[in-house]
C-alpha cells in the first residue's frame, strides 16, 4: 500500500508529515525503554526481514496482489514504538533508493503503514493475550488475528486521508469499499506471515518477543497416559541477559537474504491492493513521476544489468544490506542515548546524596 506522489494534496500530506514525524520522536523516546544490548541488533534485523518479506507479492484475487505491512510483526517481536521506527527506517529505504511510495507522501505512507498498523495491531494483541491461556499458541493465534485487522484499518485510514485531499473526485464510499475489501484478503496473508514468524520465534527463543515477555509454556512429562507438568527446575536458570542471540541473528539475516535474493524472483507481478483500486476508480488520474526515478535500484532492480533474476536478487540484497545497517545503527543510538541518560542520572543521584551527607 505505497502510497505514491499526487494521490494526496500538498496540505494533507504536509498534515501527515507533521503527524508521522510526531510519531517517530515519540517512538524515539519510548523505544529507549524497550531497547537493550540485545534487542537493539534485533530490531535492525526485524526492519531488514520486513524489508525482504515486502518484496514477495503474493495474488489475493483475479489480477491483484499484496504483500506484507509489517507493522503488527515488529510491534509483538520487538515494542510498538520501535515497531513504528522499523517500519518508518523501511519506507524511508524504499522511497529514497527504490523509488516505492512518493517522497512527498513519506509521511502518510508512515502515518497509514506504520502508525496505524502499529497501534491496532499492538493493541488488539495485548487484549487478546491479556483474555486467552498464556502459551505459545494462544500467543500466536493473537498475532494472526492482530495482523488480520491491522490491514483493513491501514486501508480505511488511507481513505479517510484520501476523502480529506485525494486529487481526484472519485465518490469515496467506493473509494472505502474496494479498497477495505480488498484489504481484508491482503490481511489474511499479512496474517499468516505474521503468525508464523511470530510462532516460529516463540518456539526458538520466546525471551526475545516483546509482546509476551515472560511466556513460558511449562515443560510435560507423560505419566500413566497423562500429560502432567513437570517440577520446578532445581538448578538456578541462565539469566536471560546472558544468553547470546548472534545465532538468532546470523539465522534470521540469511533468511532474510534468501527471501529478498532468490525466492523475490517468484512473486506475484500484479498490482497490489493500492494499484488496483487507484486503476478501477481513478484515483490514480493525477499521479506523479517518483522522484528518486533514475535511482540505479529504481524499482528494485539495478541499472545496467539485464538479466532480470540476477538484478532484481542483487537489489534485494543491497536493500535488506542497508536496511539492516542503517536500522542497526539507529537503535545503538537510541540504545546509547539511554544509557548516557541513565548515567548522567546516576552521577546527579550521587553528588546530591554526597551533598546531603555533607550537611
Keep these: 500500500m505505497h502510497v505514491p506522489d499526487g494521490f494526496i494534496d500538498a496540505p494533507v500530506s504536509v498534515a501527515a508529515g507533521v503527524v508521522a514525524a510526531g510519531a517517530v520522536a515519540v517512538s524515539l523516546r519510548g523505544a529507549r525503554r524497550e531497547l537493550d544490548e540485545r534487542t537493539a541488533p534485533l530490531a535492525g534485523l526485524v526492519a531488514a526481514f520486513i524489508f525482504a518479506v515486502q518484496m514477495l507479492n503474493f495474488p489475493v484475487a483475479a489480477g491483484t496482489s499484496g504483500h506484507l505491512m509489517g507493522g503488527a510483526l515488529a510491534a509483538i517481536l520487538v515494542g510498538p514504538y520501535t515497531g513504528v521506527l522499523c517500519v518508518a527506517v523501511v519506507l524511508l529505504m524504499q522511497g529514497v533508493f527504490f523509488a516505492d511510495g512518493g517522497l512527498t507522501a513519506l509521511g502518510v505512507n508512515i502515518t497509514v503503514m506504520g502508525v496505524v498498523t502499529v497501534v491496532v495491531a499492538y493493541g488488539l494483541f495485548r487484549l487478546l493475550t491479556g483474555v486467552l491461556p498464556g502459551t505459545r499458541r494462544s500467543a500466536t493465534v493473537s498475532a494472526f488475528v492482530a495482523a488480520l485487522v491491522s490491514v483493513p484499518a491501514a486501508a480505511a485510514a488511507f481513505t479517510l486521508l484520501y476523502w480529506i485531499g485525494g486529487t481526484t473526485d472519485v465518490p469515496i464510499g467506493k473509494v472505502f469499499t474496494a479498497m477495505v475489501g480488498v484489504h481484508v484478503l491482503i490481511g489474511i496473508g499479512e496474517a499468516v506471515i505474521t503468525a508464523l514468524t511470530v510462532g516460529a520465534v516463540l518456539a526458538v527463543r520466546p525471551d526475545l518477543v516483546h509482546g509476551v515477555s ?23 536458570p541462565e539469566p536471560v541477559a546472558a544468553r547470546s542471540t548472534r545465532g538468532f541473528w546470523v539465522t534470521g539475516l540469511v533468511s532474510a537474504f534468501l527471501l529478498a535474493g532468490v525466492v523475490s524472483f517468484y512473486a506475484s507481478a500484479n498490482p497490489d491492493g493500492l494499484e488496483r483500486v487507484a486503476a478501477d476508480q481513478g484515483i490514480d488520474e493525477k499521479a506523479e513521476e517518483h522522484g528518486a526515478a533514475g535511482s540505479p535500484l529504481a524499482d528494485y532492480g539495478v541499472g545496467d544489468i539485464s538479466d532480470a533474476r540476477l538484478s532484481g536478487g542483487l537489489a534485494g540484497v543491497i536493500g535488506v544490506s542497508a536496511t539492516v545497517v542503517v536500522g542497526t545503527g539507529v537503535f545503538w543510538v537510541v540504545r546509547r542515548r539511554e544509557d548516557a541518560r541513565g548515567s548522567a542520572s546516576r552521577d546527579r543521584d550521587r553528588d546530591r546524596d554526597r551533598d546531603h551527607g555533607r550537611v
Design 214 to 236: 515472560g511466556l513460558a509454556a511449562p515443560l510435560k512429562l507423560r505419566v500413566d497416559g497423562e500429560l502432567v507438568d513437570a517440577p520446578a527446575a532445581t538448578r538456578e
